[in-house]
């Protein structure tokens, strides 16, 4: 490599083009379609959403650092179970933090935290970009993945907790359906949809985000 | 007490893989476009889990779980002076049993059964990161089945389970490729919508009843209705 080549700008264009394009046009979980597993399971409410979220995304900044700094040492051969190594490796250092400062979370999210080492968005992003890209670039794309993962894993949270239970981040926000000390909506005889806290409902509400965003922008329609 | 057929049971229909946890959805939406794939993909899975989930359950109990080292020095029993708990290696030795095994058994299955390599052979290093497979690892550990046996009972079933969701959805997909989907639904978005209504008709085998207790209560209250049903006939 010549070193006169004349150094980016740390916010050049083409960087930022590597986090805004996977909100939307590119956006993991309705146009790669990765990481799909994890996403549905554990948006039964907001704060599992979240956490989730977080933890994706620091599992996949840091995944992004340590794989494109080793790119050019990693036999190709043996790749996918180094990039496997360094996933688990984070992914115990996740699960030991949230066992130790959020255990009722870490609980309610149970199998799916060591299921982020299968994580398609992980392993997709190693191989797609961090295995041929510097560090800052790979950083960026880490940043605007896991973004783009997040918002859609938050905003198909928000609305099964708030029409499955009432409420968001556990506080009531359509009133109480308590008998007795019964307010706002539900004394109007409103009742929460039980059916989108069940599993199924997480598969249809991202089929209505994909069709939502679809008809937005004719250029992602697939033809069949 | 679950015995091992309900264990089997319930792995294939109530606690089915993909429509119950999601697990392994990305290649079940990226290989389920034709049912011939779908199939090669399915018999993957089932065998792959067969083979790796009892080789867990040995790590988990011998080596991983608080106590499981007992064999090796009784210090270091549950109940030993130094009770030694590993388990947080877990997820590092899961992964890496199940990468070298799918890369193992690629290797043994195209020496010797050639015809099922040019079958799964393509399907094979998918697999290493499919998350069923991690995910029926997790799943044991966190279940605590009590032998062997049942761990494997859960792993068939839940390759079963897996094998009929994939075929099933491609069977759907081939057909719908004649219907009118609106534009922005076509592939991924109504693939979604039909797996969810697969999910919701999966849900009606959450009323099976497991276990020998709950068994016979079934039976009894069975056979007050063949009474009363009697008595109305009678009446009638």
Not at chain 2, 132 to 139: N, R
């Amino acid at each position: 490599m010549s070193e006169k080549e004349p150094r980016e700008p740390l916010f050049s264009k083409k960087n930022k083009k590597l986090v805004t394009d996977p909100l939307t046009d590119n956006n993991p979980i309705t146009i790669q379609v990765l990481g799909i597993c994890s996403a549905l399971a554990i948006t039964v409410q907001v704060e599992q959403a979240v956490v989730m979220s977080a933890s994706v995304l620091f599992v996949l900044v840091f995944g992004n650092i340590i794989v494109s700094m080793l790119r050019n040492l990693i036999p190709s051969r043996i790749r996918i179970i180094v990039q496997l190594v360094v996933v688990a490796s984070l992914v115990i250092i996740v699960n030991e933090v949230l066992a130790a400062f959020l255990p009722d979370v870490s609980e309610k999210l149970s199998v799916f935290v060591g299921l982020i080492i299968t994580n398609c968005i992980i392993m997709g992003r190693f191989e797609a970009f961090a295995m041929g890209n510097k560090v800052w670039p790979s950083i960026m794309d880490a940043l605007g993945n896991s973004f783009g993962y997040a918002w859609i894993l938050i905003l198909v949270a928000f609305f099964r907790e708030l029409l499955g239970s009432g409420t968001l981040w556990g506080v009531q926000i359509l009133g109480s359906a308590i008998p007795g000390e019964e307010w706002g909506l539900y004394t109007m005889g409103y009742a929460n949809n039980n059916m989108m806290i069940l599993p199924p409902m997480a598969l249809i509400v991202v089929g209505i985000i994909i069709w939502v965003q679809r008809s937005r922008n004719k250029a992602l329609i697939e033809d069949h | 007490m679950e015995s091992t057929l309900d264990i089997f049971v319930k792995a294939i229909f109530s606690e089915n893989m993909i429509f119950a946890y999601f697990l392994g959805m990305c290649s079940y939406l990226a290989v389920s476009k034709t049912v011939k794939t779908a199939v090669g993909l399915g018999a993957a899975v089932i065998f792959v889990l067969v083979v790796t989930v009892p080789v867990n359950y040995l790590l988990e109990n011998y080596l991983l779980k608080e106590g499981a080292l007992e064999w090796i020095n009784p210090e270091w029993g549950a109940n030993g002076s130094n009770p030694l708990d590993l388990s947080f290696l877990s997820f590092i030795m899961f992964i890496a049993v199940v990468a070298s095994i799918v890369q193992l058994v690629e290797m043994l299955v195209e020496k010797f059964a050639p015809a099922l390599y040019g079958a799964l052979g393509i399907f094979l290093p998918l697999i290493a990161v499919n998350c069923s497979i991690l995910g029926g690892a997790l799943f044991m550990q966190e279940r605590q089945y009590s032998t062997i046996l049942d761990a494997t009972a859960f792993s068939l079933g839940s390759g079963i389970g897996w094998f009929i969701a994939i075929v099933a959805i491609a069977a759907i997909r081939e057909k719908i490729r004649y219907s009118k989907v609106p534009a922005p639904l076509r592939g991924l978005g109504i693939t979604f919508i039909i797996t969810g209504l697969m999910g919701i008709a999966f849900m009606s085998f959450m009323g099976i009843k497991y276990g020998k207790e709950e068994a016979k209560d079934d039976k009894s209250s069975a056979v007050e209705i063949t009474i009363e049903e009697t008595n109305t006939i009678n009446i009638g």
